[in-house]
């Protein structure tokens, strides 16, 4: 490395236009500079080690320096470092990873179609949506529903589709035919005394007056995440799929899954899709699919969707659609090395495990903590809300921003966390133990510790 560590900060700050993040506290604070990483542990640049409790951003779910995933793109890069799929083109890797991908989809898939973000492959799943539709002859029928909450990407569509108003306001966005509905949060949004099914059913009315409202013909697709993340992290109250689904059905509706985070085993089921008993028509991979060891995503296209593409495109048409990295060698190698070790390690099978066990844990952990107000998530995606008045769920002032204190804290005691307003979240790789289990609890206790008596 020839950058000096003494001014790397200074660099970065003359230099870099960081995502999300706030200028005032970078020009404060410096950024932190992250040098390397192994298994569940990064260290920054002065040496100081991390456990990485959210796998970079919910992505290294194999861990760091995973061999078999480095070999394997060193292999590619040097043997073909580059070539596309327009106009009929492959490459051998490419097409090996279709298939894989496909023997392992949760429902029976027709193709796989990639790129090289989370973003990039939930705009290809809208124009994949609106193409169907306009095959099929029925123009109006474009409009696309979301939630409050979610997160869905960053394109210009995505964004819009993303149910989080700082993703929106200085950026004139959401734009489209799109439509939001009620965040499925039962802590937050459910009436006094309503329980999770009552929730799930208020939920799902909201949903059929809306499309009673806008008219069914107009409605083409619902965009879920099967664990809410980036808005919260928000799981489903119970019944919330069961009741929504029939519905979508019975107006013809697509049921778009986003399983960004979910997929490759974080919620302790392959997909989400099964951990929620779902059966979506497109569902959208990124993130675990390389590991976060090259950028990669892939949409998955259902025989319902594939068959009129198939019977219809001829008259229609070339599929004017892709990117330069749509199909990218190095990217379908890596993918290839990730899906084997995810089966190899056995690493669904481990958040079976060990995801109950770093609930049971956060619970003994703060179970009588008086401004811990709810515990929440799947799996290996957890997310601990810290509140003024754990009996009103009065939220501390956001000016205090009690959870960036919490996330610096958990810092200086070696923990990575992410801070989503005041919940804490946690999205450790896949790979994690127990032990290290144990030692982020300890140390995000220790954290919690440290800034409650600042809070007054
Ligand atoms: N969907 C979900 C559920 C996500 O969490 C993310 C990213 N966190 C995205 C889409 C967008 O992925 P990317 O950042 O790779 O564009």
Known sequence: MTLDIQRAGQIDQASLFHPFTWVEDLKREGPNVITEGKGVRVKDIHGNEYLDGMAGLWCVNLGYGCQEVVDAIAAQSERLSFFHAFNGMSTDVVI?????????????????????????????QIKLIWYYNNLLGRPKKKKIIARWNAYHGSGVLTSSLT???GMHNLFD????????VTAPHHYRKAAEGQSEREFSRALAAELEELIAREGADTIAAFFAEPVMGAGGLIAPPEGYFEEIVPILRRHDILLVLDEVVSGFGRLGTYWGSQTINVEPDLITAAKGVTSGYFPMSACFISPKLWEVFEAEAPRAGVFAHGYTYSAHPVGAAAALAALKAIDDKKVVENVAEVGPYLHQAMRNAFADDPIVGEIR????????ELVKNKATKEPFPASDRV??????AAAQKGL???????TLVFAPPLVINKSEIDELVQKFKAAVDAVRPELG
Do not use: Y
Request: proline share 8%; charged share 20%; with cysteine.
């Open 416 to 422: 990575i966390t992410r801070a989503l307003g005041d």
């Open 173 to 180: 966005l959401p734009i489209g035919p799109i439509l939001h």
């Open 403 to 408: 959870g960036r204190r919490v996330l610096q």
């Open 96 to 124: 090996e990873c279709a298939d894989e991908l496909l023997k392992r989809a949760p429902v029976p898939m027709s193709r796989v179609f990639f790129g090289a973000s989370g973003s990039d492959a939930n705009e290809t």
């Open 163 to 165: 149910g989080l108003p």
């Open 377 to 384: 998530g799947i799996g290996l995606m957890i997310g601990i």
